[in-house]
């Protein structure tokens, strides 16, 4: 039965040798080996990258808020409204500001009549007084001196001379001090006028409308914010970046912000590079400004920020490519001499984009198995279908 067995198999060799051709021989063996797609890999220049996610924001944000306390009279605008410079924005009831700004005014005017009317008149009257008195004095103490005039006329005359002086110098010393009480009367109209005039507040940029936080009828206290402002013409985003790549960041570099909202890539420029990490996370704050003239770029949007820093040279391969094992992650070598594929440990960099940095493991113009990989050992021979 053995011998039969045997017999039969040399009949089958001998039939296959002696029916088929070569080629035919070969796409038999062929067949038997598993197919695969390989590439040959080169250095590729690359950009260095910093990624990381922000939130979009207004450029500036302005936070409207009285100096003093009052009642919201009217609201002028809508959140998400579109504003000009000097837009009004919100008022407050300002009665009892009017009654302050007239009773201020009216303290003024009655400290101008004053100096100009009452004081300068007195000090005139004084003043003629007193010329009148020291004629006088004069005389009547040259015929004292010469021995015609009594002294207790003397003296009645000097006394009314210094009384003179005194009154005329209370006289001067009223107009500074009516001088003083108007410029307190013009400080005091000043202040009430303002606090009038300030019963209604503007937009101080071209903008839009972020929050408004008060309505008509409540009561608001100094200080307090009633209206956020922020200007969207130009935004911002910023990010994080650690200590090791912060130096390589600088004013005026340009950076590629990604709004997942729109599905679409802007261009942006960094403005501003922190000084300072944060003491928690240990990362510095890196802004970013993005052009927003068609008002597409809305606040709080989230938004991936790639920089590119240095170009280098590098061997990428495939993400698919690369098998992780156990000891590491691998790919498949493929040796054209041979027609066999070896398992290569390497070591594996940064990913960027769908590529894989080859750090060490494989050298440029060897051919490595992009597609199939995943059915083959180590040396197995294979058959190449394609090469890219």
Same mark, same amino acid.
């Given at each position: 039965?053995?011998?039969?067995?045997?017999?039969m198999?040399?009949i089958?060799?001998?039939?296959?040798?002696?029916?088929?051709?070569?080629?035919e021989?070969a796409?038999?063996?062929?067949?038997?080996?598993?197919? @695969?797609?390989?590439?040959? /890999?080169?250095?590729?220049?690359?950009?260095?990258?910093?990624?990381?996610?922000?939130?979009?924001?207004?450029?500036?944000?302005v936070?409207?808020?009285?100096?003093?306390?009052?009642?919201?009279?009217n609201? #002028?605008?809508?959140?998400?409204?579109?504003?000009?410079?000097?837009?009004?924005? /919100?008022?407050l009831?300002?009665?009892d500001?009017?009654?302050?700004?007239?009773?201020?005014?009216?303290?003024?005017?009655?400290?101008?009549?004053?100096?100009?009317?009452?004081?300068? $008149?007195?000090?005139?009257?004084?003043?003629?007084?007193?010329?009148?008195?020291?004629?006088?004095?004069?005389?009547?103490?040259?015929?004292?001196?010469?021995g015609?005039?009594?002294?207790?006329?003397?003296?009645?005359?000097?006394?009314?001379?210094?009384?003179?002086?005194?009154?005329?110098?209370?006289?001067?010393d009223?107009?500074?001090?009516?001088s003083?009480e108007?410029?307190?009367?013009?400080a005091?109209?000043?202040?009430?006028?303002?606090?009038?005039?300030?019963?209604?507040?503007?937009?101080?940029?071209? =903008?839009?409308?972020?929050?408004? &936080?008060?309505?008509?009828?409540?009561?608001?206290?100094?200080? #307090?914010p /009633?209206?956020?402002?922020?200007?969207?013409?130009?935004?911002?985003?910023?990010?994080?970046?650690?200590?090791?790549?912060i130096?390589?960041i600088?004013?005026?570099?340009?950076?590629?912000?990604?709004?997942?909202?729109?599905?679409k890539e802007?261009?942006? !420029?960094?403005?501003?590079? =922190?000084?300072?990490?944060?003491?928690?996370?240990?990362i510095? %704050?890196?802004k970013?400004? !993005?052009?927003?003239?068609e008002?597409?770029?809305?606040?709080?949007?989230?938004?991936?920020v790639? !920089?590119?820093l240095?170009?280098?040279k590098a061997?990428? @391969?495939?993400?698919?490519?690369? &098998?992780?094992? %156990?000891?590491? %992650?691998?790919?498949?070598?493929?040796?054209?001499?041979?027609?066999?594929? $070896?398992?290569?440990?390497?070591? $594996?960099?940064?990913?960027?984009?769908?590529q894989?940095? @080859?750090?060490?493991g494989i050298?440029?113009?060897?051919? !490595?198995?992009?597609?199939?990989?995943?059915?083959?050992?180590?040396?197995?021979?294979?058959? /190449?279908?394609?090469?890219?």
């Open positions: 039965m053995k011998k039969h067995m045997i017999a198999l040399l089958g060799v001998l039939s296959i040798s002696t029916g088929c051709g070569k080629e021989v796409q038999v063996v062929a067949s038997t080996q598993k197919p @695969v797609i390989v590439q040959k /890999v080169q250095e590729t220049e690359y950009y260095d990258e910093i990624s990381a996610s922000g939130n979009i924001q207004p450029e500036k944000t936070k409207l808020a009285y100096k003093m306390p009052g009642i919201i009279q609201v #002028y605008v809508e959140e998400g409204q579109q504003v000009k410079q000097n837009t009004k924005i /919100v008022s009831d300002a009665y500001y009017e009654l302050n700004s007239k009773a201020a005014t009216a303290t003024w005017e009655s400290a101008k009549l004053k100096m100009d009317s009452q004081v300068d $008149s007195k000090i005139n009257q004084a003043k003629a007084n007193l010329d009148v008195i020291e004629k006088n004095y004069q005389r009547v103490k040259n015929l004292y001196e010469q015609a005039m009594p002294a207790a006329q003397m003296d009645e005359i000097e006394a009314k001379y210094i009384a003179a002086k005194n009154l005329y110098k209370e006289a001067v009223a107009k500074e001090y009516t003083v108007l410029r307190k009367a013009e005091l109209r000043d202040v009430e006028n303002e606090k009038l005039q300030n019963t209604t507040l503007y937009s101080p940029i071209d =903008g839009i409308i972020l929050k408004k &936080i008060n309505e008509a009828g409540e009561t608001i206290a100094a200080g #307090y /009633v209206v956020v402002v922020g200007q969207i013409d130009q935004v911002r985003t910023e990010i994080g970046v650690s200590d090791g790549d130096n390589k600088h004013k005026g570099q340009k950076a590629s912000v990604y709004v997942f909202g729109l599905e802007f261009e942006g !420029i960094v403005s501003e590079v =922190g000084a300072l990490a944060d003491t928690k996370t240990r510095f %704050p890196v970013i400004t !993005i052009n927003n003239n008002f597409l770029l809305k606040p709080g949007m989230v938004a991936k790639n !920089i590119k240095e170009k280098k061997i990428l @391969v495939p993400v698919d490519s690369i &098998i992780n094992m %156990p000891q590491g %992650p691998i790919v498949y070598v493929y040796s054209e001499k041979e027609g066999t594929v $070896s398992e290569r440990k390497i070591v $594996s960099g940064e990913i960027i984009k769908d894989v940095l @080859v750090l060490e050298k440029a113009e060897e051919q !490595i198995v992009t597609e199939g990989q995943f059915r083959i050992n180590n040396n197995d021979k294979v058959n /190449v279908e394609a090469t890219k």
